[in-house]
């Protein structure tokens, strides 16, 4: 029996290489999603991902860079929560601010991802997948739909992804100043400066905010 099979199978080799990065990338996904992403070291990612510490540098050349892809994926898992959580929303105004609202408020209800979106800065903006290209469909679809004026959307989303990524780097840094409230105000804002009317604006703040779930933790 060949250890390739038909058709272009990967070696068994090959997919015993892909469980190994999966389980480090997973046991990084779980240090991130539970804060302690900045102390682990690799003895305790290769305990979690339950293989062997030498096994490591097989995949990684560094913490670093397995947190990176780590981080990579677990922003594209909370994404994913949070498009599920606005999806039967039919207006895409609303849809983007019930977005904007409850990433914002990952600082209080999950202050860990809302850490990683502050480690990955005006990046975060630049990944293929996660919260960035989602808030750049919402603000195109609102656009299409003659909710939205704005004519550079590239200009919408940096001043969107600047607004939230700063508010979240202020609520780490002077908590003091800011509240859960201010993420409405906030958020009301970015709608006026997109293109509503404040009163319609105020409004679709006001809104109460969909439950989002939690990554599964495999």
Known sequence: MTEVAAHGTPRRT????????GALIEAAKRLIIEGRAATATIQQITDTAD???????????????LFHAATAAVLEEWGQLIEDAARDIADPAERFATSFRISARLAWTHPALADVLNQFGLDLLELADGLGPRALRDITDAVEAGRFTVTQLPVALSVVGGSLLGF???????????????VEDLACQLLVMLGLEREEAAQICSTTLPEVGTPQRR
Do not use: C, Q
């Open 14 to 21: 090959d997919r015993r290489r892909a469980r190994t990065r």
């Open 51 to 65: 293989i062997g510490f030498g096994s490591f540098y097989n995949h990684f050349t560094s913490k670093e860079e």
């Open 168 to 182: 979240l780097r202020l609520r780490s840094s002077h908590p003091e100043l800011v509240s859960p409230d201010d």
